[in-house]
């Protein structure tokens, strides 16, 4: 059960990074082909201007913080899980394994943010 969760975590994890990677530049041509054409009275095109780029990075940042927050408080937990095991080896890997899998989702998350913010730079 620990390692289906522990899956789970790690494949939203690689879902988000995958989310974020891809989906800003096509989302971004998109949106602004739309806001070009003669149908400027969208609630987008209205509230960006005639460009929706810091609407999807507000969107995925804001997507990444949580998933950030997600993975903080993953190591909190398993530090308290560690010092709670009271030497039971399988308590012990269990929790090591969950403060490796939220550092790996963490530096994950990072990583997102930083692509994400250059490639959006980039349009």
């Known amino acids: 059960m ?5 899956l789970l975590i790690t494949l939203g994890l ?5 989310f974020a990677v891809a989906v800003p530049a096509g989302a971004i ?12 009275d969208t609630a987008v095109c209205k ?5 929706a780029g810091p609407l999807v990075r507000s969107i995925i940042n804001i997507l990444l913080f949580v998933v950030g927050v997600i993975s903080v408080i993953m190591i909190i937990v398993g530090g308290i899980r560690y010092t ?3 030497g039971d080896a ?4 269990s929790a ?12 994950v998350a990072m990583l997102a943010y930083a692509i994400v913010n250059y ?3 980039q349009f």
């Open 2 to 6: 620990k390692r289906l969760r522990n």
């Open 14 to 18: 690689i879902g988000g990074l995958s």
């Open 29 to 40: 041509n998109v949106i602004d082909n739309a806001c070009k054409g003669g149908n400027k």
């Open 47 to 51: 509230a960006q201007g005639d460009t």
């Open 84 to 86: 709670i095991s009271n």
């Open 90 to 93: 399988s308590q012990i890997k």
């Open 96 to 107: 090591k394994d969950t403060v490796l899998y939220s550092v790996v989702g963490l530096v």
């Open 119 to 121: 490639v959006i730079a």
